[in-house]
C-alpha cells in the first residue's frame, strides 16, 4: 500500500495555501516528494475556475482569486474543510475524471459516518443531498499529471456567504452543510478523522501525518522524503 504525506495546515491564508501547492506540484512531478494530503480552513474568500463567469460573482466583499482549477465560481470560509490532494495520477493510469469520482466517493462515505446520505449527480460535479442540495464542492487542476487544489466540505460553514456568489452558477440557496442537515453543531475537527479514513479507503493508501515544519523543510530544500 502506498503512503500518502497529511498536513493539517489549520487556518490558513487562501494565497500563501495555493503557492504552497504549486510549490508541492513541481517537487512531485520531480519525485522529490511523496503524494500529499493538505487540510486546511480558509478565511473568506472567492474563487474563479478555468470556466468561471464574471457574473457569478454578486459582491467583491471577499477576496476574488482566479485559479486554475476546473469549475466556476466558489466560496472558502471558516466552518470548511478544505482538502488539496497533491498526487501523482500516473500510477492511476492518468485518469483525471476517475480522479474526481473517487473525490466524490471519499466525502459521499465522510458524510455515510454522520449519518447523511450524499450521492454525486451525472453531469453535476461535486456531492448532493438529494438532488436540490449541494454540500461539497470539486474543482481540480492536473499539472505533469500531479493533482492540485481539490475539495470543499461545508460543515458548518455561514452559508449565507454564499450569497455573494452563484456557487457554481446555482442560486445561493442550494448550498447546505453537515450543521443543517444534521440540525446540531459540527466541529471541522470531528470531521477530520472521518476524511482521513474515507481518502485512505478509497485511494488505497496509507496516511502519514507531517508536521508543517517537516513540510516546510521538504518545499525548501527538495530532498526526497523519507515516509
Request: with cysteine.
Given at each position: 500500500?502506498?503512503?500518502?504525506?497529511?498536513?493539517?495546515?489549520?487556518?490558513?491564508?487562501?494565497?500563501?495555501?495555493?503557492?504552497?501547492?504549486?510549490?508541492?506540484?513541481?517537487?512531485?512531478?520531480?519525485?522529490?516528494?511523496?503524494?500529499?494530503?493538505?487540510?486546511?480552513?480558509?478565511?473568506?474568500?472567492?474563487?474563479?475556475?478555468?470556466?468561471?463567469?464574471?457574473?457569478?460573482?454578486?459582491?467583491?466583499?471577499?477576496?476574488?482569486?482566479?485559479?486554475?482549477?476546473?469549475?466556476?465560481?466558489?466560496?472558502?470560509?471558516?466552518?470548511?474543510?478544505?482538502?488539496?490532494?497533491?498526487?501523482?495520477?500516473?500510477?492511476?493510469?492518468?485518469?483525471?475524471?476517475?480522479?474526481?469520482?473517487?473525490?466524490?466517493?471519499?466525502?459521499?462515505?465522510?458524510?455515510?459516518?454522520?449519518?447523511i446520505s450524499?450521492?454525486?449527480?451525472?453531469?453535476?460535479?461535486?456531492?448532493?443531498?438529494?438532488?436540490?442540495?449541494?454540500?461539497?464542492?470539486?474543482?481540480?487542476a492536473v499539472?505533469?499529471?500531479?493533482?492540485?487544489?481539490?475539495?470543499?466540505?461545508?460543515?458548518?460553514?455561514?452559508?449565507?456567504?454564499?450569497?455573494?456568489?452563484?456557487?457554481?452558477?446555482?442560486?445561493?440557496?442550494?448550498?447546505?452543510?453537515?450543521t443543517e442537515?444534521?440540525?446540531?453543531?459540527?466541529?471541522?475537527?470531528?470531521?477530520?478523522?472521518?476524511?482521513?479514513?474515507?481518502?485512505?479507503?478509497?485511494?488505497?493508501?496509507?496516511?502519514?501525518?507531517?508536521?508543517?515544519?517537516?513540510?516546510?523543510?521538504?518545499?525548501?530544500?527538495?530532498?526526497?522524503?523519507?515516509?
Open positions: 500500500m502506498s503512503k500518502t504525506l497529511v498536513i493539517d495546515l489549520q487556518t490558513r491564508d487562501y494565497k500563501e495555501t495555493w503557492e504552497l501547492q504549486l510549490s508541492l506540484v513541481e517537487l512531485r512531478a520531480q519525485a522529490l516528494v511523496p503524494d500529499a494530503l493538505l487540510l486546511v480552513e480558509h478565511p473568506h474568500v472567492v474563487t474563479m475556475g478555468t470556466s468561471g463567469k464574471p457574473e457569478n460573482i454578486l459582491s467583491k466583499r471577499f477576496p476574488i482569486y482566479e485559479v486554475e482549477r476546473g469549475g466556476d465560481v466558489t466560496y472558502h470560509g471558516y466552518g470548511q474543510l478544505v482538502g488539496y490532494p497533491i498526487i501523482d495520477l500516473t500510477p492511476r493510469d492518468k485518469k483525471v475524471g476517475r480522479y474526481v469520482r473517487d473525490l466524490e466517493a471519499m466525502l459521499i462515505e465522510t458524510l455515510d459516518h454522520f449519518g450524499a450521492q454525486r449527480i451525472e453531469g453535476r460535479t461535486g456531492v448532493w443531498i438529494g438532488e436540490q442540495k449541494k454540500i461539497a464542492s470539486i474543482g481540480v499539472r505533469s499529471w500531479i493533482t492540485f487544489h481539490g475539495f470543499a466540505l461545508n460543515v458548518s460553514t455561514d452559508l449565507s456567504c454564499f450569497s455573494t456568489i452563484n456557487p457554481c452558477g446555482y442560486e445561493s440557496g442550494v448550498m447546505t452543510s453537515i442537515q444534521l440540525g446540531r453543531p459540527v466541529s471541522i475537527s470531528e470531521v477530520k478523522g472521518p476524511i482521513r479514513n474515507a481518502f485512505e479507503h478509497v485511494f488505497a493508501t496509507k496516511l502519514e501525518p507531517a508536521s508543517e515544519e517537516k513540510l516546510t523543510r521538504l518545499v525548501r530544500s527538495g530532498v526526497p522524503a523519507k515516509t
